[in-house]
Each structure stands twice: as C-alpha cells, then as structure tokens.
C-alpha cells in the first residue's frame, strides 16, 4: 500500500478512535442525566463532528453505504421499515458508535482501503472554504475542532478564547480579501477604517469596519465582554472565570458570522 495513503489510513483511525471514546463518555453522562441541556449541545456538537468525518470518508457522497448508515442512525422505523419520528439522544449515540465501528472495521481491512481507494488525498476542511487565505483554513478548522473539544470539556475559558480567536481570523481575511480587490484600505476608508494595517487594528475595530463595509451584518453585537477583551486574558496573564453561557454565546455568534461570510453554506 502506498504511504501517503497508509499514513491517512492512521490518521482516521486516531480521529475515529478519539470519536469513539467521547460518544461513550456522551452515553454516560446521558445516562446520568438525559435532560442536562449541556450534554445535550455537547451530542450535538460530536454529531456533527462524526457528520463531517463521515462525510469525507463517504467522498461527499450522500449514497454511499457509510453515509446513508449515518443517515440512519437519526430515524426511528416500523416494523414494515418505514422511517417514523427521529429516535432519542441515547440511542442516536449508540448507533453513531456503530456507524463509526463499521468505518474502523473497513479501514483495518488489510488489502485495501475502501473508503479511501477513490483518493489518496487527505480529508479537506469544508467548514471554512470561504476563507480566501489557503493557508488560513486548515488553521482555524483545527482552531474550531479545538473549541469545540474545549466546551465539552468544561473549559469555558479556553473555548471562549479559542471561538473568538477564529472569529478575529475570519474577518481579518474578509477584510484584507476586500481591500486587496480595491487595491488598498481606501476601499474601507468608508467604513470607518483606520490608516494603519489590518493586523495592527484592535478586534473590536475590525468586527466594526467589518459591519460597516457589509462583509458581516450585527451579529456581534451579542458577544459577551468577555470576548471582546479575550485578548486581555492569555493563559500566562490574569485569572479569568468564563462562565458556560459567554462560552457558548460566543460560538453562537462565531457560527452567525461564518453564514454572513459564506451565505451558502
């Protein structure tokens, strides 16, 4: 087998086995509290996380047997078969286990690697291809994995920090991508924007510059203070207590932010 497809070989295989391990954590914690609405977005973020690796297993494909299996994890069915009502939390959990248990089970196979035979390039992050910088996207899909990861975890601090570092990212590059096309900051000059470079303006003036020159409408108006001053509270500066709703409320607008700056997405 070739490396470079062996090596991505191992890469899913970690990425599916670190999956597998928090839907369990996920089951239990169900268990113990099936209404803990903390759990209950924390699911909804692994889901989607398990939705994107499946994704790119299946090569985008909706009609592929791994992804129609993750389709069917979500449905409730008659005896005769026929879908019903979405099934509950706990069960949809269990059976994302098993769709991602029939993905290891495929990948390990020793004679090839059907999931991946089509390509042997590595998965692409889909969240963030509005980003006009190349380099950018895997950055803060990794920055986004992160925050996520940081929210379940009970790390407001960090998820807030990590949410609002991405955000501050995206909207610099919406930004330079704007004047860049105008040949210069003059194409901002109507929005406020200061004479100095864009890196070098603080994140509330870039968000504001950024709503003025209709890159992004007024979703950051609900950014907690917290967020606004992340910048003031690196992890070797002074003690900061997040509390879960700044956390969370920051990755909402995050997510408000990223349908502005990709509106099909």
């Known amino acids: ?25 996920l089951r239990e914690a169900l268990a113990a509290d099936p209404s803990s ?12 996380d398990c939705g994107v690796t499946i994704n790119q297993l299946s090569g985008g494909s909706k009609t592929h047997w791994l992804a129609r299996s993750f389709s069917d994890a979500f449905l409730m069915r008659s005896a005769g078969g026929h879908a019903l009502e979405g099934a509950g939390p706990d069960e949809i959990v269990k059976r994302l286990l098993d769709v991602l248990q029939q993905a290891v089970a495929s990948l390990s196979q020793k004679d ?21 910088n190349p380099e950018l996207r895997p950055v803060v899909e990794q920055a986004y994995r992160d925050s996520r990861r940081a929210l379940e975890q009970g790390n407001y601090n960090e998820a807030l920090r990590t949410s609002c570092g991405i955000l501050e990212a995206i909207v610099t590059d919406a ?30 003036t870039r968000i504001a510059v950024a709503e003025k020159a209709g890159l992004i409408r007024g979703g950051c108006n609900r950014l907690p203070a917290a967020a606004r001053t992340y910048r003031d509270h690196t992890e070797s500066g002074p003690s900061t207590t997040v509390s879960e709703r700044d956390a969370r409320l920051t990755g909402q607008v995050l997510h408000v932010v990223m349908r502005d700056l990709d509106p099909g997405r």
């Open 1 to 25: 087998m070739d490396q470079s497809l062996q090596a991505q070989i191992e890469t899913y295989l970690s990425h599916l086995d670190e999956l597998m391990r928090r839907g369990h954590q």
């Open 37 to 48: 609405q903390s759990t209950i977005a924390s699911t909804r973020a692994w889901q989607e």
């Open 112 to 132: 090839e690697a059907p999931l991946l035979s089509a390509s042997s390039e590595a998965p692409q992050p889909r969240r963030f291809q509005f980003v006009h």
């Open 175 to 204: 930004l330079e991508h704007r004047a860049l096309e105008n040949q210069g900051l003059n194409a901002l000059a109507a929005a406020g924007a200061p004479d100095d470079k864009i890196a070098d303006w603080p994140f509330e």
